[in-house]
């Protein structure tokens, strides 16, 4: 079935005020919301009933063995990734679609450097010291919530790289449409930075 088929594709339906794709991801992003906020949550949790000395105590600074500097570089990037996310859709509301193409690209590129740092410089100099999620509960809380938002960074890359090679036909197609498609894509990714942005203090700050 064609896009056009299918009612508010483009237009906003008369009651949510949002065309279908739209409302759909921010229903995507409520379950997303309560998946990390339930992360943050068993974090605070872990952290206040952690004692303040011996084996198991919460640590701190260098004990943790993260970088901070590579956190912070990271954090720059999926900021930057973010601003050309934007850019990309205001290229396209534009009809400008040569141009929001290459701030398409460069928004993967920077989301692939993001995933490079993080497993090549944070995950495999952790593993080659022996530190794994079994070491202690501050090391599994970290990797399962580092982890899991770079799966979602991923993921982000997938959609995103569909959009620039296979997907990019439907601009020919339905433009609007298309368009859409780039909105409902940078809603996703925002969410994602936005993530990063609470994850890089708790862990690696304080």
Known sequence: MSAEVLPYTVKPHPVTGLYNGKFGIWLFLASEVMLFGALFSTYVFLRMGAPETGPTAWPTGEETHLNWMLGGL??????????TMVLAWVQFKMDNFAKGRIYLIITAILAIAFVAIKFKFEYAHKFHMDIYPKTSVFFAIYYTMTGLHAIHIIGGVVVICYFIGPGAKLWEENREY????????????????LVWIFLFPILYLL
């Open 74 to 83: 990271n954090t720059l990037i999926l900021i930057l990734s973010s601003v």
């Open 178 to 193: 298309y368009t859409n498609r780039i909105e409902c894509t940078g809603l996703y990714w925002h969410f994602v930075d």
